[in-house]
């Protein structure tokens, strides 16, 4: 089975569950999400293909490693911004639109098929989202990453803690109905990171700013 083949039944086996707004919203998501701005801003400001530098990853912590701080803020926002952005439009078509339009940015971003269903690992498109789901959410999971990157200065540790509380954060301060959605984008999220999880038990987990080893 390709790659194309496995997007293709997760999004029928979503699509089963979710209805038809839901599966609109999901395609609708998922083409925003998509747009993978860290590679696109490193080609115009003269980096390159992003995906040969570091991690090879299109996300704001590999496009850090280049240098350039502001590059990197600008991705992060940018790619933010793609999850909000869904879930807002989402939201003026109902729960069911708006929450397919959650989980489609966030499998737009990890596997676009611009890309070859090769792209970045979610956690801004994330922490976007749940910004837009719920601000109070989506503030305390942000405030959590940031405690967690200053003191171990590791982007992918502080992203793993702060999505895993995102579902303790819904249900006591956001909607719990939205718990499950969440919960999934926490999973997501840590499957993505599979293999930063071997590097930090291995201690071997880069810092922020510090160029991944070969």
Same mark, same amino acid.
Request: hydrophobic share 50%.
């Given at each position: 089975?390709?790659?194309?083949?496995?997007?293709?039944?997760? @999004?029928?086996? #979503?699509?089963?569950? $979710?209805?038809?707004? %839901?599966? &609109?919203?999901?395609? /609708?998501?998922?083409?925003? +999400? *998509?747009?993978? @701005?860290?590679? #696109?801003?490193?080609? $115009?400001?003269?980096? %390159?293909? &992003?995906?040969?530098? /570091?991690?090879?990853?299109? +996300? *704001?912590?590999?496009?850090?490693?280049?240098?350039?701080?502001?590059?990197?803020?600008?991705?992060?926002?940018?790619?933010?911004?793609?999850?909000?952005? *869904?879930?807002?439009?989402?939201?003026?078509?109902?729960?069911?639109?708006?929450?397919?339009?959650?989980?489609?940015?966030?499998?737009?971003?990890?596997?676009?098929?611009?890309?070859?269903?090769?792209?970045?690992?979610?956690?801004?498109?994330?922490?976007?989202?749940?910004?837009?789901?719920?601000?109070?959410?989506?503030?305390?999971?942000?405030?959590?990453?940031?405690?967690?990157?200053?003191?171990?200065?590791?982007?992918?540790?502080?992203?793993?803690?702060?999505?895993?509380?995102?579902?303790?954060?819904?249900?006591?301060?956001?909607?719990?109905?939205?718990?499950?959605?969440?919960?999934?984008?926490?999973?997501?999220?840590?499957?993505?990171?599979?293999?930063?999880?071997?590097?930090?038990?291995?201690?071997?987990?880069?810092?922020?700013?510090?160029?991944?080893?070969?």
């Amino acid at each position: 089975m390709n790659e194309f083949t496995a997007i293709l039944r997760v @999004f029928e086996q #979503i699509a089963q569950h $979710i209805g038809a707004d %839901g599966t &609109i919203g999901l395609l /609708g998501g998922y083409l925003l +999400g *998509a747009m993978p @701005f860290g590679l #696109i801003l490193c080609y $115009i400001f003269g980096y %390159g293909d &992003i995906r040969k530098i /570091g991690s090879g990853n299109i +996300g *704001a912590t590999n496009v850090l490693r280049t240098g350039n701080k502001f590059l990197a803020l600008i991705t992060l926002i940018l790619d933010s911004s793609k999850g909000a952005i *869904a879930v807002l439009i989402g939201w003026q078509f109902g729960p069911a639109f708006a929450f397919g339009a959650a989980l489609g940015s966030v499998l737009g971003h990890n596997f676009p098929i611009w890309l070859k269903f090769k792209g970045g690992k979610g956690v801004a498109t994330t922490l976007g989202v749940l910004l837009a789901l719920s601000w109070p959410v989506g503030l305390a999971a942000c405030v959590t990453w940031f405690v967690v990157a200053l003191i171990f200065r590791m982007s992918s540790l502080a992203a793993l803690i702060a999505l895993a509380a995102a579902p303790f954060y819904t249900l006591y301060i956001g909607e719990p109905k939205q718990v499950y959605l969440v919960a999934l984008l926490t999973v997501i999220a840590w499957l993505r990171h599979h293999q930063n999880i071997r590097r930090i038990l291995k201690g071997e987990e880069p810092k922020i700013g510090q160029k991944k080893k070969a």
